[in-house]
């Protein structure tokens, strides 16, 4: 007994040494954030405030050029230089992919360890761009330009050419706890979601203050650490977005229009699906289906895959199982025929993490690719010829790339600390 | 000024009053935050969260004296609120820095924290909570149940079955260090 009192006594200085780290850097942020913001009042309690500090103003209507018209039009487009809508790497005369679907195979981008590094898979040559305690690298859908994440522990974003050059700050104001981001279609400007969950455009061209597409959403639309899943704006033109919303204090799939107006809740409370939390929504290329997953209330930490049409209806479960596994990230293929997704399965003797699952999204046939990871992938996503997907396990950090039709993995030599964003050039 | 004087006066608005406050509690919340979560991004997220709410809400506290415990549990909630919205990877491995300890105890401290350590990674992130709620930032248990919304009784037995799981651990390292080498063994 004695000696049971006694670990008891110890427990705390225990679980001091367990969670000790660095002291708290972000201090002076926290006091900048709050010292900026009104207290309520006494007498409000317990109704919900909503802060509304920034001026909404709806983000400019942009009609993309049909594809026909780019391709008539692209080589007098490069020679016309910064008032085009697409910046270009300097001094090249090159095609451009489309914003959605199959593209050429081109480099590959990654943080590891505050740098950004740019590297070929092919070739296993690698270079870093940046190191400026720099995160989530994710190229432009045109494959020309480059945005990561600079935290200092404020959050910038950070617009450069694909090389690496010229890089611009494009936050006029630092932020704090962004965390999904993604470009829209036409490379013209950057989504985010921030610590209160409002989801922000900025122009990717110059420094900005942002304009708020959604003042009331959730800020774990995607993974912060896998830049390939969720995407938000609805292809082929990304004239509408799917988000998390909240519909009576409760999540729910929103679809809108890009700038945020005529919300709509596909996926809500009450419907016929019943859940406790939402992730992922994801877009497939033709923009007839959302893919998400979802975990009911009774099992919150059991996610399961879904596919819903744009309008709400065709809810369906993806790739059920008797064995009842979890499925985190659902990603797309380029054609939009297959989903990858990581799966796992809760056992009595612990978790067994299965290799990269891909469904076939029409049949519902299921198989994996590659090896396992004992702690699944810290990133994953399909090469933009749709051929591969490349990915980093979780233990090793390793970039593998792995033949989807074959099987066969290709090890790069390469290891990736973050999230993995290919980039998508014309084939 | 007391922690009362700083409370009150932060209440009516006065934020460098706030900010002694913050400097004064935010490492303890760091650490719990990252105890509960096992992710120092998510745990800085949590109580930079809690703590905003404590500025934005601190007109709701009535009792000065209550501070850290209202604090406390705003930051717990928070980190909840995390932890219900983030699903990263089946496992989670977290490694933490060996502590300087003395000579003299050092087997047994290494030996407790690596069962405490254990069953920390095999709870949830509510099993988590209670722990580090009641033996790290000494809330009492009622208080404990009243923050995750359960009965005290179920907070009980979950700390209870924590602890024994955690002695288990603890025991049966310390007869596996106490064994003797067979002979001839190389140390």
């Known amino acids: ?427 | 000024m007391d922690q009362r004087q700083l409370v009150e006066q932060a209440r009516g608005g006065d934020h460098d009053a706030f900010a002694s406050l913050v400097h004064g509690s935010v490492a303890r919340l760091d650490t719990a935050a990252r105890l509960i979560l096992r992710d120092a991004e998510l745990a800085r997220d949590a109580v930079q969260d809690g703590l905003f709410r404590a500025w934005r809400d601190l007109r709701s506290l009535r009792d000065p004296d209550r501070f850290d415990a209202w604090l406390h549990r705003l930051v717990v909630n928070a980190c909840l609120d995390v932890a219900r919205r983030r699903r990263r990877r089946p496992i989670e491995i977290h490694v933490a820095e060996m502590p300087s300890r003395p000579a003299a105890d050092h087997a047994d401290w290494l030996v407790q924290r690596e069962a405490v350590a254990a069953v920390l990674r095999r709870l949830d992130d509510r099993g988590r909570a209670i722990v580090v709620m009641h033996y790290y930032l000494g809330m009492p248990l009622t208080e404990v149940a009243a923050v995750l919304g359960i009965p005290a009784g179920t907070v009980k037995s979950r700390l209870h079955r924590a602890l024994g799981e955690m002695r288990a651990g603890f025991a049966a390292d310390q007869a596996a260090v106490a064994a003797p080498l067979p002979e001839g063994t190389v140390a």
């Open chain 1, 1 to 427: 007994m004695n000696g049971d009192r006694q670990f008891e006594r110890n427990l705390p200085g225990i679980l001091t040494d367990l969670g000790a780290g660095p002291a708290p850097d972000y201090t002076d942020l926290l006091l900048a954030r709050t010292g900026g913001s009104r207290q309520r009042p006494a007498w409000v309690f317990p109704e919900r405030w909503l802060p509304m500090d920034t001026v909404a103003r709806p983000a400019a209507s942009t009609r993309l050029p049909s594809l026909r018209l780019v391709a008539l039009v692209g080589s007098a487009l490069l020679l016309v230089g910064a008032i085009v809508a697409i910046a270009l790497v300097a001094g090249s005369r090159r095609e451009l992919p489309p914003a959605f679907g199959l593209a050429g195979n081109g480099l590959v981008a990654w943080a590891d360890e505050g740098r950004i590094v740019v590297a070929d898979p092919v070739a296993r040559t690698s270079q870093v761009i940046a190191t400026d305690s720099a995160d989530r690298p994710r190229f432009s859908p045109d494959g020309t330009r480059l945005a990561w994440l600079r935290k200092t522990p404020r959050i910038d974003i950070v617009v450069a050419n694909a090389d690496g050059t010229s890089p611009v700050v494009v936050t006029a104001e630092s932020m704090i706890g962004l965390r999904f981001f993604e470009w829209s279609p036409d490379g013209r400007s950057l989504v985010v979601t921030d610590s209160r969950n409002r989801i922000l455009r900025f122009d990717a061209a110059r420094p900005s203050e942002p304009t708020v597409v959604v003042a009331e959403g959730d800020r774990d639309i995607g993974g912060d650490w896998n830049n390939q899943v969720a995407s938000i704006f609805r292809p082929p033109d990304g004239r509408q977005i799917a988000y998390l919303g909240l519909v009576r204090g409760a999540e729910a799939l929103m679809v809108a229009n890009a700038d945020g107006t005529s919300a709509q809740a596909i996926v809500a409370p009450g419907g016929d699906l019943r859940y406790l939390d939402l992730l992922w929504p994801s877009w497939s290329p033709d923009g007839s289906t959302i893919a998400f997953t979802a975990a009911a209330p009774e099992t919150p930490d059991l996610f399961h895959a879904y596919l819903v049409n744009a309008d709400g209806t065709g809810l369906r479960r993806l790739a059920a199982h008797p064995e009842n596994p979890s499925d985190g990230m659902p990603v797309w293929s380029p054609v939009g025929k297959s989903i990858a997704m990581q799966r796992w399965y809760e056992t009595p003797d612990g978790v067994d993490v299965r290799p990269i699952t891909i469904v076939d999204v029409a049949s519902g046939e299921v198989r994996e690719v590659g090896p396992v990871s004992i702690n699944g992938f810290l990133s994953y996503g399909w090469s933009p010829d749709g051929r591969s997907i490349i990915y980093a396990p979780d233990a090793t950090h390793e970039v593998l790339v792995v033949d989807v039709a074959t099987g066969n993995v290709v090890e790069t030599g390469l290891t990736a600390g973050s999230g993995l964003s290919w980039q998508r050039v014309a084939r």
